[in-house]
């Protein structure tokens, strides 16, 4: 299968410096795979040769005179930046061009700017942003992460048909365990909204397991987990800072004494196991989900390694026809509801 993803190759904190290292990795890895590298040409030019490589079928070169700021007003970006790096990979995809874009510019900016080019799928009020978090079975997918702090109870029965389908053509899991984020399990808990999302999802052919604690995402309790942005941006940052934080202490014990550095060369294969489960960078790749095409959101400063798993996730996802599914479930679901 033959697939062109497009960089933004301009977008976050390190831009081509990572970007293209991270995209030559990947394209070493996928014999079908094509890149386009979206930004300004003599830059691009320049880091490629310094990589060793050159442009050819497989990689290359759209020029975008424009970059986006990573702190710069998504409306602002929308009206102003037309020939942006961003901009210009997102009307690949909308022209067919690309199966997917990468990008790890400025969240909101990219939202807005996706979700005006490219469009809501059928049945889909908003698009949200998911991605995957460690568990001790395995990892659980969570939603949203930020695209939309206040969320209907419609829409976050969306969020969970969205959810669900990623989960089971990327992941292969036959019937994803759909939870959604409450402060209780039982069934009086939480604010209105949630329960009212709680009966829209009981009644539906989704194989939901009900309510879901904090502490139940890293116990593999669901493999969807449901939520509004505002409630899975901090879940996700402080999941991401208690990472660090573990790092840092037992970078600090090991090396506290002479005992303590003998004792971490003894410990190191167990403690190079551990920080790759944990490491973040493994996970990076966030889906905008509910679009008419694959966007994926990488962290803002997100190394070669991080920015290579988010093209891994755009792949894959490509392979697996994500949107088209999740329009074909959703319908299915809303014809079962109207049939009752």
Request: with cysteine.
């Amino acid at each position: 299968m033959t697939l062109t993803v497009a960089l933004d190759a301009f977008g976050g904190d390190h831009g081509p410096a990572v970007v293209v290292p991270a995209a030559l990795r990947v394209l070493s890895e996928y014999d079908g795979l094509q890149v386009i590298l979206v930004g300004e040409r003599a830059t691009l030019e320049r880091t490629v040769r310094a990589q060793g490589a050159a442009d050819s079928e497989r990689l290359t070169i759209r020029h975008a005179s424009q970059t986006v700021a990573m702190d710069e007003l998504p409306s602002l970006a929308l009206r102003t930046k037309k020939d942006s790096s961003m901009r210009v990979a997102l009307n690949l995809v909308k022209e067919g061009v690309a199966d997917a874009c990468v990008s790890a510019g400025n969240t909101g900016a990219l939202m807005a700017t996706a979700r005006f080019v490219l469009r809501t799928l059928p049945g889909i009020d908003r698009p949200a942003i998911v991605s995957s978090l460690p568990t001790v079975c395995g990892h659980t997918r969570l939603l949203d992460l930020g695209a939309n702090v206040d969320s209907t109870p419609g829409q976050l029965f969306q969020f969970a048909v969205m959810g669900s389908v990623l989960t089971n053509a990327v992941d292969n899991v036959p019937h994803p365990r759909v939870g959604l984020l409450n402060i209780g399990e039982e069934e009086i808990k939480g604010n209105q909204r949630v329960r009212e999302a709680a009966r829209l999802l009981a009644g539906s052919e989704l194989n939901y397991v009900g309510f879901v604690e904090g502490d139940d995402i890293y116990r593999g309790t669901a493999d969807v987990i449901v939520c509004d942005g505002f409630v899975g941006n901090v879940a996700l940052k402080s999941s991401e800072g208690v990472a660090h934080m573990i790092s840092h202490y037992v970078k600090q014990e090991f090396t506290g004494s002479f005992y303590a550095r003998i004792a971490a060369l003894v410990a190191r294969p167990v403690l190079n196991r551990l920080r790759r489960k944990i490491d973040p960078r493994r996970y990076n790749g966030a889906s905008l989900v509910g679009l008419r095409g694959i966007v994926v959101k990488s962290h803002g400063g997100a190394d070669v390694l991080a920015f290579a798993n988010a093209i891994r996730e755009a792949i894959a996802e490509v392979q697996k026809n994500v949107p088209a599914r999740i329009s074909n479930l959703l319908e299915s679901v809303l014809t079962t509801k109207e049939a009752v």
